[in-house]
């Protein structure tokens, strides 16, 4: 048996905490010998940055071989307070502050820009799609922080946390930012070697991470944000510059842009006390069942994920009724609070493990955290119920066909729901496995249906739209394996199940 298995099996069993020890400190020396070794392969110009990772991983893997079960005794989770959960009509009441441009001077914007376009079926950075009038995720971000800065006279810089799957490709695209009025800086999260879910150790054998070594390191989840910010001495150049919060969100999430009445709340709290740590949630629809939700804890206000809860629990966890709001991941952190955690080695997060199965068929788990679970490390942190706008992801091409098509108007860069559409909720779209990749998407289109009064898009199979196509109420079109179904030009569609096979041929 080998000594994971030895582990499993100790862990399993209850009043053995001394055998449990044992094995667990083998474990870990056996990691450290695993670790030393790879090392021991870094060139010159890359062992500091590799030893400050290996170190930060091997910490993660302790704190992975303490840990028994899910981490949250369910008994413990109650409903927030009222007051720590503000609706933002009562954030934006207090109206904007007198001095603008002061506030705004001590924010840095910062986007989690780690993520590869892989599952839309792009290469290269999330970031650099495109996702409207030829502008990237990327290009958006830029123009609004610019729009801000011209707007206010004031100096926003734009932080990127990269990780080394994204670094390369937006170095190089960041040269044609050079004129804008936007000071872009970037950091890369760490990299960490993916371990064998049988003996718990690196598949790494080296520091190398192309050709055979490509799939053996993995960025650790965007909890990484702390420590990596930190160590590339970023953190303090800010704060020598007097900036004091960071406004963190991901940089698919279209709906999240600067919003000055949260600034001001945070600069100027009503009550004196100075809150640490904000976390815009929303309401759950049926569509975020599975979001991470926020929850009274131990006193503390604390991000529970469904990862984390017990099997018998999850469909309450779901349950709408019960936890009614969800992170957005738009969060408010203040530098000197992540400072001084970082340097009193305080930021106490949860551990994800996420299994992987290789190309080649091995198992393998990758250890990480998350940015909001952070909350409960920090003082007077608070939720702010946002409104849904301020959550508008693209995760897929459905997503994509939302913020492409004319229910959105595109300004400075920010994307709003356009007054023509006479409620504000979003359609449900679901395109189908013909329309995963981007490439596909865009030819299936030849251009973008309306959609003002749509309130459900089912496609499935092998469809087209041709020009000028406009889609009402519930449209559900479906072409069976083999079959093909255009949407002729300047079609309305309007409460309509389309089904078969429909071909128009130009003769």
Same mark, same amino acid.
């Given at each position: 048996m080998s000594l994971a298995q030895d582990y499993r099996k100790a862990m399993s069993q209850a009043g053995t905490s001394q055998f449990q020890e044992v094995i667990r400190q083998e474990l870990e020396y056996s990691m450290k010998v695993e670790l030393d070794k790879i090392l021991a392969t870094a060139p010159q110009n890359e062992l500091e940055h590799t030893k400050k990772d290996l170190e930060g991983f091997k910490k993660l893997f302790h704190r992975f071989l303490q840990e028994k079960g899910p981490s949250v005794d369910w008994g413990k989770i109650q409903r927030p307070p009222e007051d720590s959960i503000q609706p933002y009509e009562k954030i934006r009441?207090?109206?904007? +502050?007198?001095?603008?441009? *002061?506030?705004? $001077?001590?924010? %840095?914007?910062?986007?989690? $820009?780690?993520?590869?376009? #892989?599952?839309?079926?792009?290469? =290269?950075?999330?970031?650099?799609?495109?996702?409207?009038?030829?502008?990237?995720?990327? @290009?958006?971000?830029?123009?609004?922080?610019?729009?801000?800065?011209?707007? !206010?006279?004031t100096d926003v810089p734009l932080v990127l946390m990269n990780s080394f799957n994204t670094d390369e490709d937006t170095k190089k695209i960041l040269q044609k930012y050079s004129h804008s009025r936007v000071k872009i800086y970037t950091f890369n999260q760490s990299r960490y070697p993916r371990i064998n879910k049988e003996s718990l150790l690196p598949i790494a054998k080296d520091v190398s991470y192309s050709g055979e070594n #490509?799939?053996?390191? !993995? +960025?650790?989840?965007? =909890?990484? /944000? !702390? *420590?990596?910010?930190?160590?590339?001495?970023?953190? @303090?150049?800010? /704060?020598?510059?007097?900036?004091?919060?960071?406004?963190?969100?991901?940089?698919?999430?279209? =709906?999240? #842009? %600067? &919003?000055?009445?949260?600034?001001?709340?945070?600069?100027? +709290?009503?009550?004196?006390?100075?809150?640490?740590?904000?976390?815009?949630?929303?309401?759950?629809?049926r569509a975020d069942v599975k979001g991470g939700t926020l929850t009274q804890y131990d006193n503390k206000l604390r991000l529970v994920e469904i990862a984390q809860v017990p099997k018998a629990h999850v469909d309450e966890f779901k349950s709408v009724s019960k936890f009614k709001i969800f992170n957005t991941n738009n969060l408010w952190i203040s530098l000197p609070a992540i400072k001084r955690l970082q340097e009193q $080695?305080? /930021?106490?997060?949860?551990?994800?493990?996420?299994?992987? #199965?290789? &190309?080649?068929?091995? $198992?393998?788990?990758?250890?990480?955290?998350?940015?909001?679970?952070? %909350?409960?490390?920090?003082?007077?942190?608070? =939720?702010i119920n946002v409104p849904r706008s301020r959550f508008l992801p693209v995760k897929t091409t459905s997503d994509l066909l939302l913020v492409m098509s004319n229910l959105y108007s595109l300004n400075a860069g920010s994307l709003t729901m356009s007054e023509k559409r006479e409620f504000p909720t979003v359609p449900l779209v679901k395109l189908g496995s013909s329309f995963t990749k981007v490439q596909d998407y865009l030819t299936r289109f030849e251009s973008i249906p309306d959609m003002l009064e749509l309130d459900h898009l089912t496609v499935s199979g092998d469809v087209t739209f041709g020009k000028n196509v406009a889609l009402k109420g519930t449209v559900i079109i479906i072409a069976n394996h083999g079959d093909r179904i255009d949407i002729p030009p300047g079609a309305v569609l309007e409460n309509k199940i389309v089904s078969g096979n429909l071909r128009i041929l130009d003769h």
């Amino acid at each position: 048996m080998s000594l994971a298995q030895d582990y499993r099996k100790a862990m399993s069993q209850a009043g053995t905490s001394q055998f449990q020890e044992v094995i667990r400190q083998e474990l870990e020396y056996s990691m450290k010998v695993e670790l030393d070794k790879i090392l021991a392969t870094a060139p010159q110009n890359e062992l500091e940055h590799t030893k400050k990772d290996l170190e930060g991983f091997k910490k993660l893997f302790h704190r992975f071989l303490q840990e028994k079960g899910p981490s949250v005794d369910w008994g413990k989770i109650q409903r927030p307070p009222e007051d720590s959960i503000q609706p933002y009509e009562k954030i934006r009441a207090r109206g904007l +502050p007198v001095n603008i441009t *002061s506030v705004l $001077n001590k924010l %840095v914007v910062v986007k989690l $820009n780690g993520g590869l376009g #892989t599952s839309m079926g792009c290469k =290269g950075p999330k970031s650099l799609i495109g996702v409207r009038n030829e502008n990237t995720f990327l @290009d958006l971000t830029v123009q609004q922080i610019e729009h801000l800065n011209k707007t !206010y006279n004031t100096d926003v810089p734009l932080v990127l946390m990269n990780s080394f799957n994204t670094d390369e490709d937006t170095k190089k695209i960041l040269q044609k930012y050079s004129h804008s009025r936007v000071k872009i800086y970037t950091f890369n999260q760490s990299r960490y070697p993916r371990i064998n879910k049988e003996s718990l150790l690196p598949i790494a054998k080296d520091v190398s991470y192309s050709g055979e070594n #490509t799939e053996a390191w !993995y +960025p650790p989840g965007h =909890g990484d /944000i !702390y *420590s990596s910010f930190y160590n590339s001495g970023l953190l @303090d150049t800010l /704060i020598g510059e007097g900036k004091e919060y960071i406004f963190v969100s991901n940089i698919d999430n279209l =709906g999240a #842009t %600067v &919003d000055l009445y949260i600034l001001n709340h945070l600069m100027n +709290p009503p009550n004196g006390k100075c809150c640490e740590f904000v976390m815009e949630v929303t309401n759950k629809t049926r569509a975020d069942v599975k979001g991470g939700t926020l929850t009274q804890y131990d006193n503390k206000l604390r991000l529970v994920e469904i990862a984390q809860v017990p099997k018998a629990h999850v469909d309450e966890f779901k349950s709408v009724s019960k936890f009614k709001i969800f992170n957005t991941n738009n969060l408010w952190i203040s530098l000197p609070a992540i400072k001084r955690l970082q340097e009193q $080695n305080a /930021i106490d997060m949860e551990i994800i493990v996420n299994p992987k #199965t290789l &190309d080649g068929g091995l $198992n393998v788990i990758q250890l990480e955290t998350a940015v909001g679970a952070a %909350v409960k490390s920090f003082e007077n942190s608070l =939720g702010i119920n946002v409104p849904r706008s301020r959550f508008l992801p693209v995760k897929t091409t459905s997503d994509l066909l939302l913020v492409m098509s004319n229910l959105y108007s595109l300004n400075a860069g920010s994307l709003t729901m356009s007054e023509k559409r006479e409620f504000p909720t979003v359609p449900l779209v679901k395109l189908g496995s013909s329309f995963t990749k981007v490439q596909d998407y865009l030819t299936r289109f030849e251009s973008i249906p309306d959609m003002l009064e749509l309130d459900h898009l089912t496609v499935s199979g092998d469809v087209t739209f041709g020009k000028n196509v406009a889609l009402k109420g519930t449209v559900i079109i479906i072409a069976n394996h083999g079959d093909r179904i255009d949407i002729p030009p300047g079609a309305v569609l309007e409460n309509k199940i389309v089904s078969g096979n429909l071909r128009i041929l130009d003769h």
